[in-house]
Nanobody, 112 residues
Framework: VQLQASGGGLVQAGGSLRLSCKVSGFTLSFYPMAWYRQRPGNQRELVAEISSGQTNYVDSVKGRFTIGREVMENSMTLYMNDLKPEDTAVYYC????????WGQGTQVTVSS
């Protein structure tokens, strides 16, 4: 199993980013999937999840982030709008509940 997140970068507050997660080793559309993040000095936390077409978000990102699946590409996306400095974190993709295997994540840094 490989979970490869990409698309992070440095952005100013109020900006946008699109994260992508390429999955290999299983068919993404068969499982609930999620984006997680680990902010500096904090434990990894759930950000958004998608299952059978339904989505759920942590309160702090509701209305700003959108999770989606690209079934034909066996990949997943996270559109992040109106980014805030507190969104600065390493973002990871995984199943929900998460597999023991984690990819390297992608760094998102939001400057004020």
């Amino acid at each position: 199993v490989q979970l490869q997140a990409s698309g992070g970068g440095l952005v100013q507050a109020g900006g946008s980013l699109r994260l992508s997660c390429k999955v290999s080793g299983f068919t993404l559309s068969f499982y609930p999937m999620a984006w997680y993040r680990q902010r500096p000095g904090n434990q990894r936390e759930l950000v958004a999840e998608i299952s059978s077409g339904q989505t759920n978000y942590v309160d702090s990102v509701k209305g700003r982030f959108t999770i989606g699946r690209e079934v034909m590409e066996n990949s997943m996306t996270l559109y992040m709008n109106d980014l805030k400095p507190e969104d600065t974190a390493v973002y990871y993709c995984n199943r929900r509940p998460a597999l023991p295997t984690w990819g390297q994540g992608t760094q998102v840094t939001v400057s004020s």
